[in-house]
């Protein structure tokens, strides 16, 4: 290792800031798989009744040379038909499709606007893309309307974008979606909606918090297949003059090789396990309804009423100490330290799924009160 790699990796000990890898272990408070769905036998099965069918596991190249697959097809088509829109493409996963969307859509002139607390991927792909950028505060949809109006006052004449999560991944706040379409009508601006962490959790047929935007001809949004649905990959839903164009432009579509096309059939499996079985996520509400209660009552903590539910306990520190506490006790919960969250509000992110029960989240909820008060700020 050079010197500076490790002089670098030294420093981030120093801050309490060194990730690592470590087992799973304990009970899961700490993973997406929000509907059980990642282990379940329904996902198995279907993965085996494809390979019996004869679907291949690897797609052998990139989807524009040999590594089309019939899977990949018949998931676009499924998905564009489940969340009513035009178009559906398939990707690897919800970091490639958010970095494919922002590096390739908005052109040279236009002016992307984003939420302050927008995920590393979309970063990456605004950074990698050739419109002007501006951060707008969290959840203000008036920062969004001032950012895009001072921005033609200058004379731009491009097209705006407005980027945002409808459920935040390390915050578990939602979108003003309606006041947001409001901004982007009045602007005749494109909004681009991550619907990672609400895919399957939310909305009509579980289809997420933007599920009645969708088919509007100036939304795309982005469900990713590793959460909720228990898979891996990401769903892009929009107009197909948008999918075309990723097609033909978005680097990380033309130059990797496709999705297994097992993976595909499995998320086709996950799809419809999502759509048929509401009792999954109505399950999953009433463990967030305790678990809001619970919290309430324990602690000083504002409640966020999703399945993501962050502790901000201020200092890295003192979030890992607490995660280390809570996980000698048999609770597998981590500690998110900047830059995944911004300075200062190192957190835990207790993830409410199916694999728990009201039992045992009175049992972590207990354990995060106690831990609280022996790690004192
Ligand atoms: C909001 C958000 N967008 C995109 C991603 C990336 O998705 P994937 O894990 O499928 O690459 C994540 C996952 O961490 C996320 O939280």
């Not at 236009?110 to 590393?120: F, G, M, N, S, W």
């Not at 919290?295 to 009423?305: F, G, M, Q, W």
Request: proline content about 3%; charged content about 25%.
């Amino acid at each position: 290792m050079s010197a500076t790699h490790e002089r670098a990796l030294e420093a981030l000990a120093k801050r309490g800031r060194l990730r690592s890898l470590r087992d799973r272990r304990g009970a899961d408070f700490a993973s997406n798989d929000y509907l059980a769905l990642a282990e379940s036998d329904a996902l198995a099965d279907a993965a085996r009744a494809a390979l019996e069918r004869g679907v291949p596991t690897g797609s052998g190249g990139s989807r524009l040379l040999r590594g089309n697959h019939e899977e990949h097809e018949a998931l676009e088509r499924e998905a564009a038909a489940y969340f009513k829109a035009e178009s559906a493409l398939f990707l690897g996963g919800g970091f490639v499709a958010n970095t494919a969307i922002l590096s390739t859509l908005p052109q040279r002139g236009d002016l992307v606007v984003y939420d302050e607390l927008i995920h590393a991927s979309a970063h990456d792909g605004m950074r990698l893309g050739r419109a002007a950028t501006v951060k707008a505060r969290h959840n203000d949809a008036q920062a969004f309307d001032d950012a895009i109006t001072t921005w033609r006052q200058s004379g731009a004449s491009g097209q705006p974008w407005i980027v945002v999560e409808s459920l935040y991944s390390m915050d578990g706040d939602r979108a003003p979606l309606a006041d947001l379409l409001t901004v982007s009508a009045k602007h005749d601006a494109m909004l681009v909606i991550d619907e990672a962490h609400a895919t399957g959790v939310y909305g009509t047929e579980g289809r997420g918090l933007a599920s009645d935007l969708e088919g509007q001809a100036n939304v795309i949004s982005l469900h990713t297949c590793g959460k909720a649905l228990g898979v891996m990959g990401a769903l892009v839903i929009g107009p197909k003059l948008y999918k075309d164009f990723l097609v033909n432009r978005a680097r990380g579509f033309i130059y990797a090789t496709a999705p297994s096309p097992l993976i595909a059939a499995t998320v086709r499996a996950a799809l419809t396990i999502v759509r048929d079985e509401p009792e999954r996520r109505h399950r999953l509400h009433d463990l967030v309804r305790v678990a809001g209660s619970l919290l309430a009552e324990t602690a000083d903590i504002e409640v966020s009423n999703s399945q993501i539910q962050p502790i901000i306990v201020g200092s890295d520190t003192r979030a890992v100490a607490i995660a280390e506490t809570l996980q000698r006790a048999g609770y597998d919960i981590r500690a998110i330290r900047p830059p995944t969250v911004p300075e200062g509000t190192a957190r835990l992110r207790l993830t409410i799924t199916l694999h728990t029960d009201e039992q045992q989240l009175a049992g972590v909820i207990d354990a995060i009160g106690t831990a609280l008060r022996e790690h004192p700020a």
